[in-house]
Structure formats: structure tokens, C-alpha cells
């Protein structure tokens, strides 16, 4: 005799009923957590009632895997329910890294843009949102990542440097021929072109032979962020 599931069979002394298991469904697990995250709860009831166990019994996510890893819940003996597997990877976080930032930016200079994309791919938002350069000091803007992103926080220190300001040396007029002694400077330095062209030795007096413009070149920073001052005499 064939017997087939849901069918009723019966004679003189026996009477049986095959049912259709239960299913056993859940919310939404996450089948992807950073290493180290709080891992949720694995309930122990489903979505139907039905109670059972889960193997393993918790969510690891001390140790990243390099696959993933498989839960499954099984009805506890004896219930007409069926069981149910979810997938878990548990990734290792990624270190957000920005290049170009200047550590040092010149008073009421141009900040530069925070992007809210590292290096790496890493999505996020910073705090501040934007550099005020009007104020000077030290600074720190923390870059946070996206909740869905496995990557760390990233620190971004800064210093908002004073415009330097170059010594005014007062023309004069002096025969051809004449020896130049050129005044000390409290900083920077002379030049024979502007922007900083053409460095002055000053260590020895220089002969003037004609009309002959000096600039004094004064800067402090690292390219692109350069602040800086001149004066020509």
C-alpha cells in the first residue's frame, strides 16, 4: 500500500492523518555584521510560534569569516514544523584613508573639500561638515563612516596658521657702483624676482649697478595650502 502526505488512510483499527509542517520564518537577519559588532538576538520562537533551538546558538562576530556561516533553526521534537537556515558573514573592518589633506591651511585661506568618500570606497559623513579657516588654532574633523560600512572612524588634525606678514624695507637711492648692504630681516628673505625667485645672498654686500628691484618673500605652509606675503623695495 502507497501512502502520500496529506492523504487520510484507514481501515479496521488504525486511523492516520498526515499534515503539512509548519514553516518556520523569521524578521530579517543580517547576513552581513562588521567584526565585533553587537550581534543580534537569535529568537527562539518563529514568526509562527514555534519554539527550537538554533546551531550554533549565537552570533559570532569576534573573529572575521572568510565565508559564510550557516544558523539553522530546528523545531523542537515532536512539532510538525519545518527548519530554517539563514547565512551570516562577518567582514573585517577597513581603515578610512584620506590623502592630500594639508596639515597646516593659511588664516581666511581656501579649506579644503571633505569628501564623503575615502580612498578605499569607505562612504560617511564628517564633523564638521566643512573647515572654517577664520579662526586660528588647532583643529580635529572625525570622518564617520556609513552604518553599513565595516570601516573605522578617521581623524583629521589641522592647524589654521597666521598670514605671515614680510618686513617693508623703504627705498632708496643710492650711486652706481655702490655697495647694497641689505637690512636684517625679522623673517623671510630677499629676492631678485617675485614669488620667491632668485634667493639674495646677504651674507656680503651687493653692488648696484642700476635701478634694481628687491622683494621681500615671507611664506609658511606646505603647497597647496601656502600662506604667504611680499613687499618690493
Known amino acids: 500500500c502507497e501512502i502520500t502526505c496529506g492523504q487520510l488512510i484507514k ?3 488504525v486511523l492516520i492523518t ?3 509542517p509548519t514553516p518556520s520564518t523569521f524578521d530579517p537577519i543580517p547576513a552581513n555584521l562588521c567584526i565585533n559588532d553587537v550581534a543580534p538576538a537569535l529568537p527562539l520562537f518563529s514568526l509562527e510560534g514555534t519554539p527550537g533551538t538554533w546551531n550554533p546558538a549565537n552570533i559570532d562576530t569576534s573573529v572575521a569569516t572568510t ?3 550557516e544558523y539553522v533553526f530546528t523545531p523542537t521534537t515532536g512539532l510538525c514544523a519545518s527548519t530554517f537556515s539563514t547565512f551570516v558573514t562577518i567582514k573585517a573592518k577597513t581603515a ?4 592630500g589633506l594639508p596639515t597646516a ?3 581666511d585661506g581656501t579649506a579644503p573639500t571633505l569628501s564623503s ?19 586660528e588654532g588647532s583643529f580635529t574633523a572625525t570622518f564617520t563612516p ?3 560600512q565595516c570601516a573605522d572612524p578617521y581623524t583629521y588634525n589641522y592647524d589654521i596658521t597666521p598670514q605671515p606678514i614680510a618686513d617693508i624695507i623703504q627705498s632708496s637711492s643710492v650711486c652706481i657702483g655702490t655697495e647694497y648692504t641689505f637690512p636684517t630681516l625679522s623673517s623671510g628673505s630677499y629676492y631678485t624676482s617675485s614669488m620667491g625667485v632668485g634667493l639674495v645672498d646677504t651674507t656680503n654686500p651687493v653692488v648696484i649697478n642700476s635701478t634694481t628691484t628687491f622683494y621681500v618673500y615671507v611664506s609658511s605652509g606646505t603647497a597647496p595650502n601656502i600662506c604667504f606675503d611680499e613687499t618690493s623695495f
Open 11 to 13: 481501515d479496521d483499527d
Open 18 to 20: 498526515f499534515n503539512t
Open 67 to 69: 565565508a559564510p556561516v
Open 96 to 99: 578610512a584613508v584620506f590623502t
Open 105 to 107: 591651511i593659511c588664516k
Open 117 to 135: 568618500t575615502d580612498s578605499n570606497g569607505v562612504t560617511g559623513s564628517w564633523s564638521p561638515l566643512v573647515i572654517d579657516t577664520t579662526v
Open 146 to 148: 556609513d552604518a553599513d
